[in-house]
Structures are given as C-alpha cells and as structure tokens.
C-alpha cells in the first residue's frame, strides 16, 4: 500500500488530504492517481460506489489545470444536480490550497445568469450536469473549446437517465485531443459504446468485481386488454403493498390522468412532467424521496432526473414510442446493490415490441400473469399480519384499555385475531371476490401459459425478500431443495415476506411433505397451497367458497379467509375495479385532500436492501 505522496501528489493537495483526514488511498485512487499524473491518456475506471473515485479524478485534475490561467480545462459530467453539487464540494475541499483556483456547478433548476456570471470570471473547472451544460454552450455562456481533461462522472447512470445524446452534443465542442476519463460502478453494453466512441485506446481500471447491476433487474410482461390496463396496473400495485415505483407514461397528459386516478383510487401517487414547474416538480420528488408518495407517475423527459434508489418496481404503463428508452426506464430500478422489477403492460398488438425490446437488453421477458383478486387478497392479508406484527404499540391507548377489554371480554384471542383481520380484510375480499380475469388470451406462449390448468398448484411460502430472496434466488433454492428440474418451479412471485410459486400438481404431495418440517436458519419454514393458482381469476362470484374447500391443510397457521361474520360487518363493496375507490387498510393511504406530511403511523415501510 502506497501514501499519497507516493502516488506523486503535490504539497498543496497533501496538506488538503490531511486536512480531511484521508490515510491512505483508496485502491481506485491507488491504481488511478498515479497514471493520470504520469501521461495523458484516456481512460476507463470502474469502482462501486463509494469507493473515492472523486478524488481518483480529482486530484489529478487539480495537479494538472494550471490555476493562474482563467481558461476553463477541466470539465467533469456528472448525471444528477446532487452530486454535482456533491463533487463541486469535494473538488473545493481538495483544491483549497490552490490559489486562484475557480470551480464552478452548472445544473438545472437554478438561475442560468448567475452560473454564467461565475463563469466568466474564469472558471478553471466546470462540474455538470448534462442537459444545463448543452444549454449553456448552445447559449455561448460556456466555452470548453480549450478543455484539456474531461471527466464522465457515472456514465453508466447519466447513460441510464438518457444522457447520450446531450454527452455526444457537449463533447462536440470540445477538442479532439483532450484527455478523457471514464468513471463507472457499472460496464453496461452502453458504456463501452461510448468508451469506444469517445476514446482512444483506453488505460483500463477495475477496482473489486465489476458489478453487473443489470442483473439485478428482472424483467416482466403483462398481456391485458387496452380497456383494462388501469385496472391491470392497479392489481400490480394492490399485490405489492410494499411498492415504491416510477410508472411510465407516454404523454403528459396520460401521465396527469392516471396519477390523478391512482389518487382518487386511494393510492399515494403524484404525477411527474414538464407541465409542471420547476417548484411544483422539487415539491414532487421531496414526497417520492420521502415515500409520502409511492408511486410517481412520470413521462420520460421528467423521469430523467429521478436519482432515488430503492425503487422497487418500474411500472411500463405504456411502452415507450421509442423502445430504446426502455433501458432509461428500467435501470431506475436495480440500483446500489438491491434487485429491481420492470413490469411492461402491454396489449396484443403491441406484444411483438418485447422481443424488440429483449434483443436490446440482451435478457428474456417472463411473461406473467395478472394476480387474480384472490391472490390480492392473500397478499394484503400478510402484509397486513406483518404490519400488526412490526406495529410499535402507541401506549397513549392504555388508559382507554380497561374499557376496550370490558367490550371485548368475550372473545378468544383466536376469535379477535378473527374479528381484526376481517375488519380490514373484508373490504378487500369483497372488493376483490368478483374479480375478473384481466389477462387477455394470446401472447408468445412461453413459460407455462398453460400452467392455469388444473395440472399446476399454487403455493404460498412464509419467506421472500426480507429473507434475501428475489425470485431467480428463491426458484434455484426451491428447484434444489425439491429435488426438480429448472421449469418445473415457475411463476415465483416474491413479496417481502412471502412468496408464490408454482409447481405442477403431480409434485403437489412431495412439495407439502418436504415442507411439512422444514426450517431454514432455524425458522419454521411452512408451505401451503394457495388460494389462487397463479393469478387466474376463475368465473366470479362462487369461486371464493368452493376453492375454499379445496385447501389441503383446513387447520392453517395462516388466518382463514372464511367469511362469516365478516359480512355482517358493514363494509360495503367500494365501487367497481374501473373506477372507483379501492378498498384500503387504514393508515395505508392519503386521499387527495388530506395534507401530505408523514404522520408517522407507518404504512410505508422501506424494503429492506
Ligand atoms: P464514489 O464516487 O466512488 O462513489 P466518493 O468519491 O464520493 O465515492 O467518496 C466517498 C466518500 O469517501 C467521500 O465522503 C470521500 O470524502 C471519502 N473518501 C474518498 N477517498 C478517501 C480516502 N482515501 N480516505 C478516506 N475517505 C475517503
Ligand atoms: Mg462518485
């Protein structure tokens, strides 16, 4: 391991790294540091996050920019005004010892004249975002014809967010024979088309594995009727009760009127796009970063600067005119090391686009199918047990607790978990027991579109992605353990904390034996046949009662679905699936009216990592 003296830095810069308390180097600034100050190369850089690659950059820049000059020769692109502002801080910090030294932030949502203004006293070093600089140089506010190092900060997210373009357009003014550096978590196909567009015979640098970010997206499609796609995206969402998602749309206008639709619905959801201002926008995405809102709807052109992790699930409303930026709309998924879901709806004409859109990503599309209300139900069910489960008591309430019990003294604990669970889950179940199949016949027929037959069983499992599963994982641990070949475990659907899966009925008998005493760390590990079969809604009414009957384990752990009592209750149906309200679990959702601060009482809780 080496000082960074003996990466050749100067004194200034020393005294500024001592200042801030760096050691040593980190490895990427190790291997990069000293190549950088020792020729002018070009050069491709691929570290995880937070691994230091500003400094990696930064420091040889600053070395080398001669700061009694006013002519700006360092130009770093970076894709989101956050870390802009994020590397024009460092850059200060590494660079204060520096005397004359001028960096200055370009980005949008902030006065143009006044970044101009700075500029022109002599910027040494330009930190951007890509679609303000294309601006300024368009204006003449910037020039960079004189450049003699440019940095592309996250290529492959600012590739992501649909920069390649813009990047092509600023790099045009820029002159041939400047140094680039590359710096990049990830080497998507993308990135290396513009390492080989843009440079010339490359150093290149890999700091740990090179993380392959994409895998960490799976890719879905729905087929419904054209008539049906609202409420084919609202099952989407009603059997992720955990989702925090961006959903495409393809006009501003489809944008406003399904965001305003999902509110009415009862969901959190805000609508994203250019209509908007500036202030209305920042507004938006402060309760998206927040989770005061779970899902934006968004256009393309405004999605762009949506820099959240965590996103759970990229919602394809609508595929995109271009089926290029298919790629942006997904990689908003999958990001800092979680997995992601991108879910395509499509209808039957437009079913051919998926395998446009398959040879571009270079990973197959399952075709799913939509949940059936019966699996909803399940689904918020658990989701409601967890909530119950993870609720921190509120203990302002026991002092009202010798009265609560006098009412409830009757009961069991057995008969309340009953009457709590149908409370909420009534509404649901009659919101849900009519459904309809949403699922239009047809598509490309592969992966057992035919497993709704009466030769494929459902199972509910009590672990999923609280338990590090994601759907790939859980299916080659489910295949092991069972003892079955790859397609025979399908139609895995994994939920925070518990999953579907499906096998065909034959295996029905050896799948429940081997769960039948089955731990995993120590935990019971239970499996039941489910309900629903895979997302099929049968023919209506009746179908509840007799499917009832058709459980194999009578006595389940899990609560029952059966009704009695819970008519009774009072809840009324709530409006048709088309249009009107969805049922809800209380402190769940915000209707339109109520103020958008957090209460605090859950309901969206983060998933985990
Ligand atoms: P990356 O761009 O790879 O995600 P950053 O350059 O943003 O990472 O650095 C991440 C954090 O680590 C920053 O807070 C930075 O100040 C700090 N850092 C960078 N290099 C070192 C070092 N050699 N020693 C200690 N901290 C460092
Ligand atoms: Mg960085």
Known sequence: MSTFKELGLNEQLLQAITDMGFETPSEVQEKTIPILLSKETDLVSLAQTGTGKTAAFGFPMLQKIDAQSRTTQGLILSPTRELCLQITNEMNSYGKYIKGLNIVAVYGGASITEQAKQIKKGAQVIVATPGRMKDMIGRRMIDISKIEYCVLDEADEMLNMGFYEDITEILSHSPEDKSTWLFSATMPKEVSTIAKKFMHTPVEITVGSKNVSTEAVSHEYYLVNTRDRYAALKRLCDANPDIFSVIFCRTKRDTQKVAEQ??????????????????????????????QIQMLVATDVAARGIDVDDITHVINYQLPDEIETYTHRSGRTGRAGKSGVSMVIVS??????????????????????????????????????????????????????????????????????????????????????????????????????DSDSKDSTRYFINIGGKDDFDWMTLKDFLRDLLGLEKDDVYKVDVKDSFSFFNTDTKHEEMVLGIFNDFKLDGRNISVEVSKDRGGRGRSGGGRGRSDRSRSTRGDSKRGSFKSEGGSKGGFKKRGSESGGDRPKFSGKSRRKNEKPQNTGTGGRRRRKG
Request: charged share 30%; net charge positive.
């Open 348 to 449: 039957k004409s437009e079913v051919r686009k998926i395998s446009a859109i398959e040879k571009i990503i270079q990973k197959k599309f399952e075709k799913k199918d939509i949940p059936g209300g019966m699996e909803i139900c399940e689904v918020q069910l658990f989701h409601l047990a967890n909530s119950i489960k993870n609720t921190k008591i509120n203990h302002e309430i026991d002092m009202y607790l010798p009265n609560i019990n006098e009412v409830l003294i009757d009961f069991s604990k057995e008969e309340l978990i009953k009457k709590v669970f149908s409370v909420e889950f009534t509404r649901f179940y009659n919101y849900y027991k009519n459904a309809k199949d949403l699922n239009a016949p047809g598509g490309s027929g592969r992966d057992h579109d």
């Open 262 to 291: 999902l509110i009415t619905d009862g969901y959190n959801a805000a609508a994203l796009h250019g209509d908007l201002s500036q202030n209305q926008r920042d507004l938006v995405m402060k309760s998206f970063r927040n989770r």
